[in-house]
């Protein structure tokens, strides 16, 4: 007894000056409110704080002082200034009070053929997240699709007020409820729409794991304009091997066959959870439900659904309440901070990734080089061999004009130098005259088209790089360099001309002694990761052949292809397609490795590469796609004026040179002006684009624009909620 009470004496003595310490902070954080004082700060305690993993207090008392935030009342024109910096330094602004109370219909987690045989009721907790970042979670309880946490109600520290919470479901197999755990369902809120000490007390539905894709906004976004159950997703809620009587037997397999045509082969309607849990598990392209998605969401809408389905994860029931901590005004500079959206959950889901997903980085590694490299620098590049080497006689021989007249007069270079850019935004508008001044064997397309062109450039080491993208895109490999480099160079004769078509090419390439390809007439098979005419990637889900001309004209089979995500231009927004072989060809592909066998450095890297690659594909990609749909002529308003100007500019140069008195001259003055006017701005805009007064600026816009827009009108706006007395949605509406 003696031993006990002198060990808890000192845990009430650090209780009690914690207490102190918390109640001092919240009378000071009072009376600044009160006063509205710019008073040095203070550091507020964070709600949910970081434990350390050993224990132990010496070093827990570091991570404490490491979060706790400095007073936002006292600190708040860090929002304007550096709002990066202020949203992870301050102390939040608002409280939000959470108590999780119960959830309804969880869906079994069947993520194994063993659990899809014997069943397997979920053994559920909730994890919270704010900003995709975690901050506490409940208790388990087990084997029970309806289980009742009654969780204590907890208090979560908001600092910007666009956040976004997450509530996700769990179920789990470990005792500790941090390994062997498997996603329910998830639903997510934005604390901007909800009102200030008002009690919400209600049930919020449960999305599907696999919607835990993108941006948290644009998840939030979907959700709130649509219910889950609206979009009509079939997921079985029993045991989906165990036979249960030759009745229901029966009948399943008529809904079975009855859905067969609208879904994918191989995916029925009453497994198509079990497929989703498999796919995104063993997949090596982790965002395959994706398309699996989409192609459920085809099947006819008014037919009446597989038995033993749900059309959402459940609901959970929360009570909610947001609580502001600092004054009105003070309040509102929470508004110019973005949240934090930069994390693994923002393009891929680390819950579905049992395995080492190299796959993934790759495939986005190489839509960068595609993208960037082959359709743009390569292009440039093939342009300036173009010109260089005269394969138009007049788009060289006016640039040569252009420099020649610079020993007579700039006025005759700025005349038919513009004249000559401007000629050239024409040329591009045709795809005679496009094509064969951008491609090069380097981003020529792998067909009869591509192979005329690069043909057409009589360059040796042309056709060898063309000739190398055949045979890795065949999945062939290569014994002898300089053996292919010779035989390069004996495909072209005479002055471009061509004795072989693109199909003749590849079976003779088949029987080169230096050339190793697969055995068989076709590089493919069904759920080969391919790309489609060297860009689009996808997965092959069928292949049709004609045996009569397969083995003479390979490419005659038809490849039919889902693709990963849509298409970025109307041109190649399908969803899928039906395609020759010689059209999709293999992409570089990576074994998936077991998790437990890689070392953790290795996975740390390939999460921070992925994070980057997936950061310049958001940034880079865009603007590469702007700018090709210019050249392309897809913006003709756009391109209408940049000509005008070109024209106008090569016109008013002719005219200058040809009269020293003409008004050109002055225009010629005043074009200068605005041109050096311009370069000026961008300059001042690069040097001091990082200065506080810009960020300033930026940060009035950001919390005027949000105040005029300012909506809290939750739960009235969300599609997802119940009040807590309605039950259950047990049938799914049929459209209208």
Same mark, same amino acid.
């Given at each position: 007894?003696?031993?006990?009470?002198?060990?808890?004496?000192?845990?009430?003595?650090?209780?009690?000056?914690?207490?102190?310490?918390?109640?001092?902070?919240?009378?000071?954080?009072?009376?600044?409110?009160?006063?509205?004082?710019?008073?040095?700060?203070?550091?507020?305690?964070?709600?949910?704080?970081?434990?350390?993993?050993?224990?132990?207090?010496?070093?827990?008392?570091?991570?404490?002082?490491?979060?706790?935030?400095?007073?936002?009342?006292?600190?708040?024109?860090?929002?304007?200034?550096?709002?990066?910096?202020?949203?992870?330094?301050?102390?939040?602004?608002?409280?939000?009070?959470?108590?999780?109370?119960?959830?309804?219909?969880?869906?079994?987690?069947?993520?194994?053929?063993?659990?899809?045989?014997?069943?397997?009721?979920?053994?559920?907790?909730?994890?919270?997240?704010?900003?995709?970042?975690?901050?506490?979670?409940?208790?388990?309880?087990?084997?029970?699709?309806?289980?009742?946490?009654?969780?204590?109600?907890?208090?979560?520290?908001?600092?910007?007020?666009?956040?976004?919470?997450?509530?996700?479901?769990?179920?789990?197999?470990?005792?500790?409820?941090?390994?062997?755990?498997?996603?329910?369902?998830?639903?997510?809120?934005?604390?901007?729409?909800?009102?200030?000490?008002?009690?919400?007390?209600?049930?919020?539905?449960?999305?599907?794991?696999?919607?835990?894709?993108?941006?948290?906004?644009?998840?939030?976004?979907?959700?709130?304009?649509?219910?889950?159950?609206?979009?009509?997703?079939?997921?079985?809620?029993?045991?989906?091997?165990?036979?249960?009587?030759?009745?229901?037997?029966?009948?399943?397999?008529?809904?079975?066959?009855?859905?067969?045509?609208?879904?994918?082969?191989?995916?029925?309607?009453?497994?198509?959870?079990?497929?989703?849990?498999?796919?995104?598990?063993?997949?090596?392209?982790?965002?395959?439900?994706?398309?699996?998605?989409?192609?459920?969401?085809?099947?006819?809408?008014?037919?009446?659904?597989?038995?033993?389905?749900?059309?959402?994860?459940?609901?959970?029931?929360?009570?909610?309440?947001?609580?502001?901590?600092?004054?009105?005004?003070?309040?509102?500079?929470?508004?110019?901070?973005?949240?934090?959206?930069?994390?693994?959950?923002?393009?891929?889901?680390?819950?579905?990734?049992?395995?080492?997903?190299?796959?993934?980085?790759?495939?986005?590694?190489?839509?960068?080089?595609?993208?960037?490299?082959?359709?743009?620098?390569?292009?440039?590049?093939?342009?300036?061999?173009?010109?260089?080497?005269?394969?138009?006689?007049?788009?060289?021989?006016?640039?040569?004009?252009?420099?020649?007249?610079?020993?007579?007069?700039?006025?005759?270079?700025?005349?038919?130098?513009?004249?000559?850019?401007?000629?050239?935004?024409?040329?591009?508008?045709?795809?005679?005259?496009?094509?064969?001044?951008?491609?090069?064997?380097?981003?020529?397309?792998?067909?009869?088209?591509?192979?005329?062109?690069?043909?057409?450039?009589?360059?040796?080491?042309?056709?060898?790089?063309?000739?190398?993208?055949?045979?890795?895109?065949?999945?062939?490999?290569?014994?002898?360099?300089?053996?292919?480099?010779?035989?390069?160079?004996?495909?072209?004769?005479?002055?471009?001309?061509?004795?072989?078509?693109?199909?003749? +090419?590849?079976? $003779?390439?088949?029987?080169?002694? @230096?050339?190793?390809?697969? %055995?068989?007439?076709?590089?493919?098979? /069904?759920? =080969?990761?391919?790309?489609?005419?060297?860009?689009?990637?996808?997965?092959?889900?069928?292949?049709?052949?004609?045996?009569?001309?397969?083995?003479?004209?390979?490419?005659?089979?038809?490849?039919?292809?889902?693709?990963?995500?849509?298409?970025?231009?109307?041109?190649?927004?399908?969803?899928?397609?039906?395609?020759?072989?010689?059209?999709?060809?293999?992409?570089?592909?990576?074994?998936?490795?077991?998790?437990?066998?890689?070392?953790?450095?290795?996975?740390?890297?390939?999460?921070?590469?992925?994070?980057?690659?997936?950061?310049?594909?958001?940034?880079? +990609?865009?603007? $590469?796609?702007?700018?090709?749909? @210019?050249?392309?002529?897809? %913006?003709?308003?756009?391109?209408?004026? /940049?000509? =005008?100007?070109?024209?106008?500019?090569?016109?008013?140069?002719?005219?200058?040179?040809?009269?020293?008195?003409?008004?050109?001259?002055?225009?010629?003055?005043?074009?200068?002006?605005?041109?050096?006017?311009?370069?000026?701005?961008?300059?001042?805009?690069?040097?001091?684009?990082?200065?506080?007064?810009?960020?300033?600026?930026?940060?009035?816009?950001?919390?005027?624009?949000?105040?005029?827009?300012?909506?809290?009108?939750?739960?009235?706006?969300?599609?997802?909620?119940?009040?807590?007395?309605?039950?259950?949605?047990?049938?799914?509406?049929?459209?209208?």
């Amino acid at each position: 007894m003696g031993c006990g009470s002198s060990k808890d004496a000192p845990a009430r003595t650090v209780q009690a000056v914690e207490s102190d310490a918390q109640g001092r902070q919240a009378s000071e954080r009072e009376r600044l409110m009160e006063e509205g004082t710019a008073k040095e700060a203070s550091t507020v305690k964070a709600s949910q704080p970081l434990i350390a993993k050993s224990g132990n207090k010496d070093t827990q008392k570091i991570i404490d002082k490491i979060q706790n935030g400095e007073d936002f009342e006292a600190n708040k024109w860090r929002c304007l200034h550096s709002p990066d910096f202020a949203y992870y330094s301050l102390s939040p602004f608002a409280q939000l009070e959470v108590e999780i109370v119960e959830a309804r219909k969880l869906i079994p987690s069947v993520t194994s053929g063993f659990e899809s045989y014997v069943g397997d009721e979920p053994d559920g907790f909730v994890k919270v997240f704010v900003d995709d970042t975690f901050k506490y979670s409940t208790r388990c309880i087990n084997n029970d699709r309806n289980p009742k946490w009654q969780d204590r109600r907890r208090v979560v520290d908001i600092v910007a007020d666009r956040s976004i919470i997450r509530l996700h479901v769990y179920d789990s197999d470990s005792s500790d409820n941090s390994t062997l755990i498997d996603p329910i369902g998830f639903v997510e809120f934005c604390i901007g729409d909800i009102p200030f000490d008002h009690d919400i007390d209600g049930w919020l539905e449960l999305r599907f794991p696999g919607n835990l894709q993108g941006y948290n906004t644009d998840r939030y976004a979907e959700h709130m304009a649509m219910r889950e159950e609206e979009r009509g997703t079939h997921m079985p809620t029993t045991r989906l091997g165990k036979e249960k009587g030759k009745e229901e037997d029966k009948n399943d397999k008529s809904k079975k066959n009855s859905k067969k045509d609208d879904l994918p082969e191989a995916v029925e309607p009453a497994d198509l959870y079990k497929v989703e849990a498999q796919v995104i598990r063993e997949s090596v392209a982790n965002r395959m439900f994706k398309r699996l998605r989409r192609a459920g969401t085809r099947a006819n809408p008014n037919a009446d659904a597989p038995p033993n389905t749900q059309f959402n994860a459940g609901e959970i029931h929360v009570k909610l309440k947001l609580v502001r901590c600092v004054s009105e005004n003070t309040a509102l500079f929470a508004k110019a901070l973005v949240p934090s959206c930069t994390s693994f959950a923002s393009f891929i889901q680390e819950e579905f990734l049992p395995k080492l997903d190299v796959q993934e980085l790759l495939d986005d590694t190489l839509d960068l080089k595609i993208e960037i490299v082959d359709e743009m620098l390569f292009a440039v590049y093939a342009f300036a061999c173009y010109v260089l080497a005269w394969r138009s006689i007049i788009v060289s021989g006016l640039l040569f004009i252009a420099v020649a007249c610079g020993v007579k007069s700039s006025m005759l270079v700025y005349a038919f130098g513009h004249l000559w850019m401007a000629m050239i935004l024409v040329l591009l508008k045709f795809d005679n005259w496009r094509l064969p001044m951008t491609m090069n064997g380097q981003n020529a397309p792998l067909n009869e088209e591509g192979f005329r062109f690069v043909a057409r450039c009589r360059d040796v080491y042309e056709m060898h790089a063309y000739l190398l993208r055949m045979i890795a895109s065949r999945s062939g490999s290569i014994n002898s360099m300089q053996e292919l480099l010779h035989f390069s160079g004996t495909i072209v004769q005479g002055d471009g001309e061509l004795t072989v078509t693109f199909d003749e +090419l590849l079976k $003779a390439l088949r029987e080169l002694w @230096f050339l190793e390809f697969p %055995k068989g007439i076709t590089h493919l098979e /069904v759920n =080969s990761l391919v790309r489609v005419h060297d860009r689009r990637r996808g997965t092959v889900t069928k292949i049709e052949t004609n045996s009569k001309v397969a083995t003479s004209n390979p490419h005659r089979q038809q490849i039919h292809v889902l693709f990963d995500e849509e298409g970025s231009t109307p041109m190649d927004s399908a969803l899928d397609g039906v395609y020759d072989a010689w059209d999709v060809s293999v992409r570089p592909s990576v074994p998936a490795i077991p998790r437990f066998l890689v070392p953790q450095t290795i996975l740390s890297l390939v999460a921070t590469l992925q994070l980057e690659v997936d950061t310049y594909k958001k940034t880079i +990609l865009p603007v $590469a796609d702007s700018i090709r749909e @210019f050249f392309h002529w897809r %913006k003709p308003k756009w391109m209408a004026l /940049v000509l =005008s100007l070109l024209l106008f500019r090569s016109y008013v140069s002719f005219e200058g040179f040809l009269d020293e008195n003409s008004w050109c001259h002055f225009a010629l003055k005043v074009m200068s002006v605005i041109r050096n006017v311009v370069l000026g701005v961008l300059i001042i805009v690069v040097l001091f684009g990082q200065a506080r007064i810009w960020k300033v600026g930026r940060g009035l816009v950001m919390l005027a624009v949000n105040k005029i827009s300012e909506n809290r009108k939750a739960p009235t706006c969300w599609a997802f909620y119940k009040d807590h007395s309605e039950a259950y949605f047990a049938k799914k509406k049929k459209a209208e």
